[in-house]
Antibody
Framework: EVQLVQSGAELKKPGDSLKISCKGS????????IGWVRQKPGEGLEWMGM????????KYSPSLQGQVTISANKSIATSYLRWGSLRASDTAIYYC??????????????WGQGTMVTIS | DIVMTQSPDSLAVSLGERATINCKSS????????????LAWYQQKAGQPPKVIFK???ARESGVPERFSGSGSGTDFTLIISSLQAEDAAVYYC?????????FGGGTKVEIK
């Protein structure tokens, strides 16, 4: 079964650092882009960026570039989303999702279960 | 950035009735070289991640009931649920994957009247 399993919920303080993870299984992890999508409480979906684990090429949303870092370790089929200094406004559910084809421009066909990050 | 505007924000429809959701992009998401619209629809039920139900504006994903249909081209798109069922209560998002930054519409909440 193709799936993405994300790390568990986090409760952090403003100014803390954090790294959450997304582990893929059931497919060739390095051959598909992985995107990260944010959903603030009661709000819609916001694309944050994406990475191609095969060569670690990344694309970021201009509004978030510099605030987060997306990385991946192909050998353990895991992508990461990292913050150096959290803010209360980072409180959200963070989803990782696989892009359907071997290229960045296709739908997100497989989604992780989401990681709730609370900053308080 | 391509801005995706959905309407309405919410709608309440009786079981068996039709639900119509509109999505407009600020610029065309039709890629001329392959004549494909880079527009998807997602369904998100409470407490769950989104699930893709249409890609290329009108290509229904496997397992999605035929009462769902997607249409449109260029900048104007529509998702129709022809006969609403209880399990269709959800928030629906359109999404353009034509160019980065990828963007989503604000969502339309479909409730049962």
């Amino acid at each position: 079964e193709v799936q993405l399993v994300q790390s568990g919920a986090e409760l952090k303080k403003p100014g803390d650092s954090l790294k959450i993870s997304c582990k893929g299984s059931g497919y060739m992890f390095g051959n598909y882009w992985i995107g990260w999508v944010r959903q603030k409480p009661g709000e819609g979906l916001e694309w944050m960026g994406m990475i191609y684990p095969g060569n670690s090429e990344t694309k970021y949303s201009p509004s978030l570039q510099g605030q987060v870092t997306i990385s991946a370790n192909k050998s353990i089929a895991t992508s990461y989303l990292r913050w150096g200094s959290l803010r209360a406004s980072d409180t959200a559910i963070y989803y990782c999702a696989r892009v359907a084809l071997a290229g960045p421009y296709d739908v997100f066909d497989i989604w992780g279960q989401g990681t709730m990050v609370t900053i308080s | 950035d391509i801005v995706m505007t959905q309407s309405p924000d919410s709608l309440a429809v009786s079981l068996g009735e039709r639900a119509t959701i509109n999505c407009k992009s600020s610029q065309s998401v039709l890629y001329r070289s392959n004549n494909k619209n880079y527009l998807a629809w997602y369904q998100q039920k409470a407490g769950q991640p989104p699930k893709v139900i249409f890609k290329w504006a009108s290509a229904r994903e496997s397992g999605v009931p035929e009462r769902f249909s997607g249409s449109g081209s260029g900048t104007d798109f529509t998702l129709i649920i022809s006969s609403l069922q209880a399990e269709d209560a959800a928030v629906y998002y359109c999404h353009q994957y034509y160019s980065a930054p990828l963007t989503f519409g604000g969502g339309t909440k479909v409730e049962i009247k």
